[in-house]
């Protein structure tokens, strides 16, 4: 009787514990702050349609892990001869695929591809992991060659297997990374970070900033159909919102102030970069420069509702229909002078891309494939409009 008592006393106070505990477990899931990531998959049962088409956009890949080779070309057995006793080849294996360095047929070193970097559209870069610091593969696979070469920047009379990626990489090309960078003044002791908190991709709230609020809010009010506790765009200025996307697409020469991970629509960049260079200052560069490029033309500087989501659409596939980017400039260009010679052109109706917004060479970017004496160049669209 005794004994059936106190097992009764002591099933009551896990009982009441086990109740004290989840109510505390509510209590903080109900106290989202500004600061609450709710996380990719929460966005999809009140967003579907948006959230369906983001799946094809390039920033949801802008990084992935490898799983399956997916992102691997593998279609031929690859070789990048570096002289004719030192190569790298891709190599298929039973824990992973692996670029595998060969001395005069001797397997010297081997790394496997853990991390794709890009969505592939242009390029693919990879990065494998050795303990917390991860490092960039000699090889990347570029698509206007469909093949193989150095990675760029990497010097190219022998494999670099030693160039690290650090959080920056991925702050313009994931959604989060804990760093465990420790830096004393400008000097960086540590390239450390912790893997498994790796967020791929660019996700929803990379753009739309913090929405645990938002979604706890509207899941629990059903029949509110404003948005709540979530940045308005519509209500952003120019500025603000030309900045949102700038954050990753000002380049990366800039001195960082603090990590853009805490980046919110409605702040200004300024807070985050001690100073972005101007198209005045500098020649802005098509890789990754696309505000300082656009921010440099007239239709910008004369306009002053011109943006990025003018002719982008943030959630959609931008496949490249140079048609109907051109109808984004018959919208403010309805009447143009065009000289005779111009007019003869057949593509002077429908594309006006290829003549204001030539394809040019990136100065920052260039590959140089295996066994070729030239560089190869990295071609962008320049978003400086003009007369070319
Ligand atoms: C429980 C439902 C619900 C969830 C979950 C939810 N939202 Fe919303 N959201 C809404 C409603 C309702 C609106 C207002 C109507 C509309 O614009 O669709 C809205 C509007 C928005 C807007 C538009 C604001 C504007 O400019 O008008 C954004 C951006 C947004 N949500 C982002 C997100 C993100 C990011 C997530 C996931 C992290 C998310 N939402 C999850 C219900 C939800
Ligand atoms: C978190 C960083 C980040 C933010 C914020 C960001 N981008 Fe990007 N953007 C990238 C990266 C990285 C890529 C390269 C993706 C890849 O791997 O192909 C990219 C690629 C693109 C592309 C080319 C791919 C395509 O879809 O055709 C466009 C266009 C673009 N961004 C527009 C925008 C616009 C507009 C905004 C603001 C609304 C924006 N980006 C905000 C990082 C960002
Ligand atoms: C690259 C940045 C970027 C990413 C990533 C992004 N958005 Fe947006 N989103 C925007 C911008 C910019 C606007 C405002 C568009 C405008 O006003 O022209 C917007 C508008 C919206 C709106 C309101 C307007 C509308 O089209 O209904 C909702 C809702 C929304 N986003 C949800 C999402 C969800 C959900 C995701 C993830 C699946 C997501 N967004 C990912 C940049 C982004
Ligand atoms: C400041 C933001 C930023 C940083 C930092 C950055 N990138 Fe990017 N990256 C971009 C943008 C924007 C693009 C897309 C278009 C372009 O080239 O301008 C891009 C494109 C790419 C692409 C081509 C993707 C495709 O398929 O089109 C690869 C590969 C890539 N970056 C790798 C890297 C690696 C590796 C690092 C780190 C060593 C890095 N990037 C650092 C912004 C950034
Ligand atoms: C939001 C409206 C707007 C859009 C969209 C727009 N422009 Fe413009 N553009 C302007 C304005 C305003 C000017 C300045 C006209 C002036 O100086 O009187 C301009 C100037 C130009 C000029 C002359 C540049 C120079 O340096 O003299 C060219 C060429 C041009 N635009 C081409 C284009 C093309 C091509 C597109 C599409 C890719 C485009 N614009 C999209 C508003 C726009
Ligand atoms: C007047 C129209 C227009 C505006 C405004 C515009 N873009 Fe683009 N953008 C284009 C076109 C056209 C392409 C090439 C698309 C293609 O080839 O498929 C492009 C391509 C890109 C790419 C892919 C890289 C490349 O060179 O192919 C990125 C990244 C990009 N834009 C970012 C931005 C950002 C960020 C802004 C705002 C600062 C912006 N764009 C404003 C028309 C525009
Ligand atoms: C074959 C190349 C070519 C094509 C295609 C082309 N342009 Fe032009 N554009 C030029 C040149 C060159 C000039 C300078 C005047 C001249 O020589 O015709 C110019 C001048 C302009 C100007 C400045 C003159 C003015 O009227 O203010 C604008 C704006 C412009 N183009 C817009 C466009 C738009 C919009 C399209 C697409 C519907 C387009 N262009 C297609 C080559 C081209």
Redesign the pocket.
């Given at each position: 009787m005794k004994r059936k008592g106190r097992l009764f006393l002591v099933l009551s106070i896990i009982a009441v514990l086990v109740i004290l505990f989840s109510q505390c477990m509510d209590a903080s899931k109900m106290k989202a702050t500004e600061t609450s990531i709710a996380g990719a998959k929460t966005c999809v049962q009140c967003h579907k349609d948006i959230s369906n088409s983001y799946l094809n956009n390039a920033h949801f890949a802008a990084s992935t892990p490898i799983e399956n080779n997916n992102q691997i070309n593998l279609g031929t057995d690859y070789v990048y001869e570096y002289d004719k006793n030192l190569k790298v080849a891709i190599e298929k294996r039973d824990s992973g695929t692996f670029q595998v360095v060969y001395f005069n047929g001797h397997e010297k070193l081997a790394r496997r591809f853990d991390i794709a970097i890009g969505s592939g559209k242009n390029a693919y870069t990879y990065a494998s992991w050795r303990g917390n610091i991860l490092s960039q593969l000699p090889l990347s696979f570029f698509k206007q060659i469909n093949g193989w070469a150095n990675s760029p920047g990497m010097r190219t009379s022998s494999p670099d297997f030693g160039r690290i990626i650090d959080s920056r990489c991925l702050e313009c090309h994931s959604s989060f990374i804990e760093s465990k960078k420790e830096s004393n003044g400008s000097l960086i002791v540590s390239h450390e970070m912790l893997k498994s908190s790796l967020v791929y991709g660019i996700d929803c709230e990379r753009c739309h900033g913090p929405a645990g609020k938002h979604v706890e809010f509207h899941l629990k009010n059903p029949d509110k159909k404003d948005a709540k506790f979530i940045a308005l765009y519509k209500t952003l200025t120019r500025k603000q919102r030309v900045d949102a996307c700038g954050v990753c697409h000002s380049g990366n020469d800039a001195e960082l102030l603090k990590s853009t991970f805490s980046f919110k629509p409605g702040e200004d960049i300024k807070e985050y970069y001690a100073h972005i260079s101007s198209s005045q200052e500098s020649q802005p560069d098509v890789h990754g420069q696309q505000n300082q490029m656009l921010e440099g033309?007239?239709?910008?500087?004369?306009?002053n509702?011109?943006e990025c989501s003018?002719?982008h659409s943030p959630h959609d596939q931008n496949k490249g229909s140079l048609t109907l980017?051109?109808k984004?400039?018959?919208?403010?260009?309805s009447t143009?002078e065009h000289t005779q010679k111009t007019l003869e052109s057949a593509m002077v109706k429908t594309n006006?891309?290829d003549?204001?917004?030539p394809l040019k060479p990136s100065k920052v970017i260039s590959f140089q494939q295996a066994g070729k004496s030239e560089v190869s160049p990295y071609m962008l669209r320049s978003h400086r409009?003009?007369?070319y």
């Open positions: 033309s007239k239709c910008f500087t004369k306009s509702s011109l003018t002719c980017y051109s984004k400039c018959i919208s403010c260009h143009i006006c891309i003549c204001h917004m409009i003009a007369i």
